[in-house]
């Protein structure tokens, strides 16, 4: 019988492998920085920006506020409607500028433009800029 008997080491001691660890920890760093550069906030809000004869000013803290052709205002991909004045109140209130940036499609009627260009102002904006596509200028050879 005591051949069967399995004999225990007193002094057992458990370890896990630390290279196969940081293997895995270096791969999920690397997933996760690669996916999140593919995310984009204003995914399905289609605008055809005017053309502009400057090039557009990078502002850090500004808020984008989308205007479609049938004067829908999009901020982050989600439409505004009756919380406009809460959600971009909200957003001014964590802004440090308090810069809003509208971007207007070219076929939106002036009017909605300036509407919420009212509207932001009211709300406490400091400065509103409107985006515009960058103008190719071709140079002229004598």
């Known amino acids: 019988m005591e051949r069967f008997k399995r004999r225990r080491k007193k002094n057992t001691i458990l370890s896990i492998e630390s290279v196969a660890m940081t293997d895995v920890v270096f791969l999920l760093l690397i997933f996760f920085m690669l996916s999140t550069t593919f995310v984009s906030l204003d995914n399905g809000v289609k ?4 053309s502009g004869g400057l090039k557009n000013i990078k502002v850090i803290d500004e808020i984008n506020l989308k205007i479609s052709k049938d004067g829908s205002v999009f901020f982050h991909g989600r439409k505004l409607d009756e919380d406009f004045d809460r959600i971009v109140q909200a957003a001014l209130r964590n802004s440090n500028k308090k810069t809003v940036i ?3 499609d070219k076929d939106t ?6 509407d919420v260009m009212n509207k932001v102002l009211k709300l406490g904006a400091k400065s509103i800029a409107i985006a515009t596509r960058e103008e190719i200028v071709k140079e002229v050879k004598n």
């Open 109 to 114: 009627r002036h009017e909605n433009v300036v």
């Open 47 to 50: 605008i055809d920006l005017p």
């Open 102 to 104: 509208i971007s207007a």
